[in-house]
């Protein structure tokens, strides 16, 4: 599937092959988009606020309120900036939050409801 959207990614954004990796496609906010075999989005570049809140609600949260918005920003503009996700310890001190404030924003907690909702690639190391 080459398109618009696939132009615009770059090589950060898929560490290996969709094809060997059990990656699959899925139907989400309307388009078709690829995510691992973990739930997470392939691309980073396919994110934007409708996907997140359709991400959320399959975890559970019928909408997301101003602090997880937050959240999801920080993780955003951290990888943009970094070319990879955040730890949790720098997370939670970017978000001024506890780690444990943290993991009850998200029904998954970070790993799998923040940086999922937030359309980041899956991190394979977390502290």
Known sequence: MES???ARRGASDSPTN?????????LVAGRT???DNEGFLWHPSDW???VAVELAGEL?????????WEV???LRTYYAENGRSPLNRPLARGVGMSLLELEGLFPQGIKYGARRVA???NPK???
């Open 4 to 6: 618009e959207q696939g």
């Open 18 to 26: 969709p094809e060997t990796s059990g990656a699959r496609y899925r």
């Open 33 to 35: 988009l690829l995510f």
């Open 48 to 50: 934007d606020e409708e």
């Open 60 to 68: 559970g949260l019928a909408e997301m309120d101003q602090r997880q």
């Open 72 to 74: 999801v920003r920080f």
């Open 119 to 121: 359309g980041l690639p």
């Open 125 to 127: 190391n977390c502290t």
